[in-house]
């Protein structure tokens, strides 16, 4: 009889802990700086969003362009090195911003005057340059610690790595409603400048604290000093990946096992350098395509490109389903109530996650939670037919185009669609269209609209650790990086396409267009994933069995991980 101490799961060894208060520091800054740059941008540009929607398109167009390449990176380079340069970069960049802009706020009327407004000018240039500098650097960090520190911290262990990501996932819930507070409530009773100062501040000394956490963390788990599997750089990027053609039956954790085995390829001698510099000049591009293609000979692709799919949707608690609740006669209370649920209703997520994958294992748990998302939207879809909907297709959606763009109107529902709205933020509004609006007979559509919402936010917060957990066990260690990059271009490029799709559909009378658009492409999505499941477990995926019988009829006995 065994009597040995129960082992102890990740989230309760000591780097276990110390990993995850580091992953609870790092975003706090994130976080606050993401907000308040917004609000930044637009008090400095005259109460206009151009500025706003000038750095949302860097930012997006950025990592789309460049996520693999930096997943390379991360890839390329040992894992201390990688984390503490991108901490380093991310936390300078934020401290240098929130120092320019503590000097605009300071001395616009003289910047103005300054060469015809041109040095003020160049310092919005400035500000979005690096503050895009600083969101790159941020997605590194996310990719080397969230994608792969967190997988070897929790060894081989697929309970551990399940109940750590949803850890992470509840800190990133806590922080998305704390961070903003924090720093609105200091802008609101405070200033901008005193608000620039602040990060400007939390960000030094967060950022010294952070170093010496990844430091104690790395000295405490050896296996994060060595990468299995890594290649020579040249030979790595050809070999990425396991081959996409797998046998029915067979899950995605038996294909790629084989990788996981490998030894290490023998470093070469560096052949590049005797190459002309056009070659050198043009290895980012193919480093870029080499990763595409090597996410999409992964087995676990249409997993991935489900999870994307899910980016292209208005049913979640941005600017833009904001500003369509303003024109439905909802207030910033309101909405700040209805924000509060919504993250308790992802935490709620979490939590299930973990409980229903130890029930019915990992790949179950994506479709069990896929059909719990789409049974929520579906109150969405019920939505736009029921009394109170503005839905009218007689209106032609472009015909409003030019006023929202440009016009008085676009004024209020782009101001109240920023969060300060719902903190104390004080944004300058303009209360006269609000006032020509006729008051709405009903608020039965818009109340079924954020029903469907927050209640689908279990199942999706359960699918997205479910795809990210399935990342993590399925790519070998030295792929992860460029893997996670690419999936990251993905997800942004769909976010994208819906910010396309409700620039030439912006009147609230075409929203109901958009709802319906936006519940296909998440069924898509989760098409795909059943795509992706049936093929890995078969008939076996509609047979929900109990932890001891899931061991002997899914998993290989074998494997290290459960299904």
Known sequence: MDTSSPKKTCCESFPGRLLIIYIFLNPQGDRMWNFAVAVFLVELYGNSLLLTAVYGLVVAGSVLLLGAIIGDWVDRNPRL???????????????????????????????????????????????????????????????????????VVAGQDSSSLADMNATVRIIDQLTNILAPMLVGQIMAFGSHFVGCGFIS?????????????????????????????????????????????????????????????????????????????????????????????????????????????????????????????????????????????????????????????????????????????????????????????????????????????????ALPEAEHSLPSVLIGVNATTTAAPAEEMPPLQSYMSVSLLFAGVIAARVGLWSFDLTVTQLIQENVIESERGVINGVQNSMNYLLDLLHFIMVILAPNPEAFGLLVIISVSFVAMGHIMYFGFAFKSLGSRLFLCCSPEQKVETVESPSLPTTV
């Open 81 to 151: 090195k990688v984390a503490q340069t991108s901490l380093l970069v991310q936390n300078s960049c934020v401290i240098l911003c929130g120092i320019l802009l503590m000097v605009v706020f300071q001395f616009k009327e003289q910047l103005v005057e300054l060469y015809n407004g041109w040095i003020l000018t160049t310092c919005y240039i400035l500000v979005i340059t690096i503050a895009n500098i600083a969101n790159l650097a941020s997605t590194a960090t996310s990719i080397t610690i969230q994608r792969d520190w967190v997988v």
């Open 201 to 409: 501040g939390w960000n030094l000394c967060s950022m010294c604290l952070e170093y010496a956490l990844l430091w104690k963390v790395y000295q405490k788990t050896p296996a994060l000093a060595t990468k299995s599997g890594q290649k020579e750089p040249q030979q790595e990027l050809k070999q990425l990946g396991p081959q996409k053609d797998v046998e029915d039956g067979q899950s995605p954790e038996e294909s790629s096992q084989p990788l996981m085995n490998e030894a290490t390829v023998a470093t070469k001698p560096d052949s590049t350098k005797q190459r002309g510099c056009c070659y050198q000049a043009t290895e980012p591009l193919r480093t870029l395509k080499a990763g595409w293609v090597a996410y999409y000979n992964q087995n676990i692709f249409f997993a991935g490109m489900s999870l994307a799919f899910l980016y292209m949707t208005v049913l979640g608690f941005d600017c833009i389903t904001t500003g369509y609740a303003y024109t439905q006669g909802l207030n910033g209370s309101i909405l700040s109530l209805l924000m509060g649920a919504s993250a308790v209703s992802g935490i709620c997520g979490t939590v299930a996650f973990t409980w229903v994958r130890k029930k019915c294992g990992l790949i179950r748990t994506g479709f069990i939670s896929g059909m719990a998302q789409l049974a929520c939207l579906m109150l969405c879809v019920v939505s736009v037919f029921a009394p109170g909907s503005p839905f009218d297709l007689s209106v032609s959606p472009f015909q409003d185009l030019y006023t929202h763009l440009i016009g008085e109107k």
